[in-house]
């Protein structure tokens, strides 16, 4: 009984005033140096990697066994390269928030932040070496940071820069991501592979974890700005040219909606449609002098979404693929998905499309 | 006799082991000294290990044994009995939280806060020699704004939780009379928790109330003249949902039922030592959470009584 008794008192005395192993329990380093304001720098919670990225996880085609926990109203985030196609789906990125993934010779991570609704596409070479991104498990005005894996450097999803480390103010490669909904995929892009529910890590990809946040008015970190105009969790595309950005939203009649547009200086083209989930937009161009005339197709079941006068027929990625100039290329603009209070907290004098 | 049996009642079902993740507070379960006569001054100290690494969605386990939270907690508590029926417990915890995370790429990431923990002013009145009840205050002393590298933690990694608490505290104990040494004990714990309105700044969060409900037996075992008193309880703990800025945050709250195995000794009249642990039995947790692991608890308990001169250790 003594030695239990030495024991308690040691424990008692000892317990918290213990010093970590060094060998055991790392920590990270960080730069004392930020690009952004570390007051609005949060800790999430499960702290860097406590939700794990994912890396080439396993894809499969439309209708696989292993498909069956998406639902036709499930968002996902398509990327394609070199005729491939590729959907990562939402349930799967709620959960993991990052994959990091090489499509043809595009070695991309494709980022997801459950809690402002932002998909981006980032090249996953850094200083001429192909990396991974994690998740630090911080938060900038409630919005992702990913860190590299190359460098340990911390990295803001909708800044878009690296805001902490060795590759300080670095900016990422943009990758365009289309997102749309599980049944307009199935539809428009049969063929294409999505990411399955085998990723090596057991989760419920059939539930959302944060309960109705995606349609109620709540945050879950403080943000440093707020807008009214709309509510805070409805889905937009915001563009940003020249470090200004404006947002469009789906149309309100619930049909496909083609928006030609005047912001800063470029003539922006937007494709809106809300039952498949998707806006796309892009820059518009000259072919031999002739400023491009677009308007919609007939058919809302094909990926082909414009053509123009020329007769050129053009798709979702802004591909020419049929027409005298097939093989052209719209160029996409910084561009991305979102929830709207996002773009509002990010970009605090942001435009919103209104229809004349 | 008979008092020095509910004594040892009492203590066993009161110091029971600390909960986290719910504000890195482990006080619910640990405050309540026993009954004692007028005059009796009290001090337990403890040694408090808790450990969470069963990451869980409401009851299911997810098999993700990555992400680990420890806390380590010293907890003081004085207790002074002013009459025969009525006394005052304070309760200092010392806390020291500490999070890791070991990659799938190998790498550990560990952060930790320490510090002095939400003090706890307990008043009780004991209607009887075996039913005690206390309305008591938990004050908000320990820092809930700590940082680990300029990064502001969450706060269930915070020593405190920034938030007036107020507790009510219910005990009952007996024993049975063809059995003396056999005795049967209860609590029921409540703590409505108030709001930390600097949260993060200027943000607002609120761990959610609790509920806890203790029943258990203890006996009296003499092994080679050593007085050991073996117990066994079942703790149920209802937690609510934390609110961030009135928001539903799921983070800390659920449903846990555990099994408590203990074991005390009277060390002397005036010191006894007990051990024991919490396993889990059923936990569902709000959203996905980590779940208690395993709890250890262990202290010794000084009691002297300051109107006898003949006191000894």
Known sequence: MKQAFTLTLLLLFVGCGKEEDPSTKATTTIYSEWLIPTSLVFDGGPGKDGIPALENPEMAVIGDANLKFMKDSDLVLVYRNSGEVRAYAHPVLDWHEIINDQIGDDHVAVTYCPLTGTGIGWGRELNGEITTFGVSGFLYETNLMPYDRLTDSYWSQMFNQCVNGYLFEEIPQFFNLIQMNYGALKNLFPNAMVTTSNTGHIRDYNSYPYGSYQTNSNFLFPISNSDDRLHPKEWVRGVEINGSAKVYQFPSSGGRELILDQFNGEEIIVVADKSKGFIVSFLNRTIESHELAFSLTDNEDSNIILEDQLGNKWDLFGKAVEGPNAGLELEVPYSYMGFWFAWATFYPDIALYEAE | ?313
């Open chain 2, 1 to 313: 006799m008979m008092r020095i049996l509910l004594f040892s009642l009492i203590i066993l079902p009161t110091k029971l082991i600390a909960q986290c993740c719910s504000g890195g507070v482990p006080m619910s379960n640990n405050i309540g000294l026993p009954s004692a006569e007028k005059g009796v001054l009290q001090l337990n100290l403890n040694y408090d290990w808790n450990n969470l690494q069963n990451l869980k969605s409401e009851s299911s386990s997810l098999n993700d044994n990555s992400r680990q939270r420890e806390t380590h907690s010293l907890l003081f508590e004085l207790g002074y009995t002013i009459t025969d029926r009525f006394s005052v417990d304070l309760f200092v915890p010392f806390i020291r939280q500490e999070r890791t995370i070991t990659s799938s790429f190998g790498s550990i990431d560990f952060d930790k806060t320490q510090g002095l923990g939400d003090i706890v002013i307990l008043p009780k009145f004991s209607f009887t020699d075996k039913i005690t009840f206390g309305i008591g205050a938990k004050i908000p002393t320990g820092d809930s704004d700590r940082s680990d590298d300029g990064i502001t933690l969450v706060a269930d990694l915070q020593p405190g939780s920034g938030a007036l608490d107020g507790i009510l505290y219910f005990a009952y104990a007996n024993y049975l009379n063809t059995r003396p040494s056999l005795g049967y004990f209860g609590n029921v714990i409540f703590r409505a928790t108030g709001e930390n309105d600097s949260y993060f700044g200027s943000s607002t969060y609120q761990f959610g109330n609790e509920l806890q409900l203790i029943a258990g037996v203890s006996d009296r075992l003499i092994i080679s003249k050593l007085q050991i008193d073996p117990s066994l309880k079942l703790r149920y703990r209802e937690a609510g949902k934390d609110f961030f800025d009135e928001a539903e945050f799921p983070n800390s709250g659920g449903s846990f039922l555990f099994l408590n195995p203990g074991v005390s000794t009277v060390l002397s009249q005036a010191l006894s030592w007990q051990i024991n642990t919490s396993i889990p039995i059923y936990t569902f947790v709000d959203g996905t959470q980590l779940s208690p692991t395993i709890q250890v608890n262990t202290g010794l308990l000084f009691r002297m009584n300051l109107k006898q001169k003949d006191f000894e250790l």
